[in-house]
């Protein structure tokens, strides 16, 4: 069955780095997204992507993060300069048209 | 008032058991409607997909949407310990894509 791949699992980083979260969508989904979800909470939405550009944002998503899918197949999320309260599992997801969201494993990143 | 409200549980049930799991929402633009489940620090599963009311049945999971009273149940017979794990709804509005997800049902089943 297709899948949402997602590097790297598990990222730590010095509070003030830019870290890179990267995703494999599944191959003909034309939806891509960035979900998160600190520790205990509930799963927010970031940012929904497509015909490379971004087509929905919340307030969360300020200047610090960004989107880019450089190619055909990788679809990133930047954060800028991180602090402690971007600690949480970053969730890539992806859709064809209708239908579900597929999500993928996530990535956990500390901030340290 | 939250947007969507799911209560947290956790609900503890014996195998074999029925399960009923559900949310509540408040704002009639929902039209589309998901379960997923999320075993711990993974990625939500999708389980169920619907946008009319009424059932939808997919092996031992049955989803249930009701419009008129804004409401939405995930049913799994013959539970299993391997279905402990957190029960996520998630609902889209008509015009937006973005998901709104419940705070998640913590569901045990124990052998």
């Known amino acids: 069955e297709p899948e949402v791949t997602q590097t790297p699992s598990h990222q730590v980083t010095q509070m003030g780095q830019e870290v890179i979260l990267r995703c494999v969508p599944i191959s003909n989904h034309l939806y891509f997204y960035w979900y998160r979800q600190i520790l205990g909470q509930k799963v927010e939405f970031l940012v929904s992507?497509?015909?490379?550009?971004?087509?929905?944002k919340s307030e969360i998503f300020d200047d610090q993060f960004s989107v880019e899918r450089p190619d055909g197949s990788n679809f990133t999320l930047k954060i800028r300069s991180t602090k402690l309260e971007d600690s949480a599992m970053y969730f890539c997801a992806s859709k064809l048209v209708l239908g579900g969201y597929t999500f993928g494993s996530g990535t956990r990143l500390t901030v340290v | 008032q939250k947007e969507v409200e799911q209560d947290p549980g956790p609900l503890s049930v014996p195998e074999g058991a029925i399960v009923s799991l559900n949310c509540t929402y408040s704002?009639?633009?929902?039209?589309?409607f998901m379960w997923y489940r999320q075993y711990s620090r993974k990625g939500p599963e999708l389980l169920m997909y619907t946008y009319s009311s009424g059932n939808k049945e997919d092996g031992r999971f049955t989803a249930q949407v009701d419009k008129s009273s804004k409401y939405i149940s995930l049913f799994i017979r013959d539970s299993q310990p391997s279905d402990s794990a957190t029960y996520l709804c998630?609902?889209?509005?008509?015009?937006?894509?973005?998901?709104?997800f419940g705070t998640g049902t913590r569901l045990q089943v124990f052998p």
């Open positions: 992507f497509y015909n490379n550009e971004i087509s929905e």
């Open positions: 704002n009639s633009a929902f039209q589309y």
């Open positions: 998630a609902m889209v509005r008509d015009n937006t894509d973005k998901l709104i």
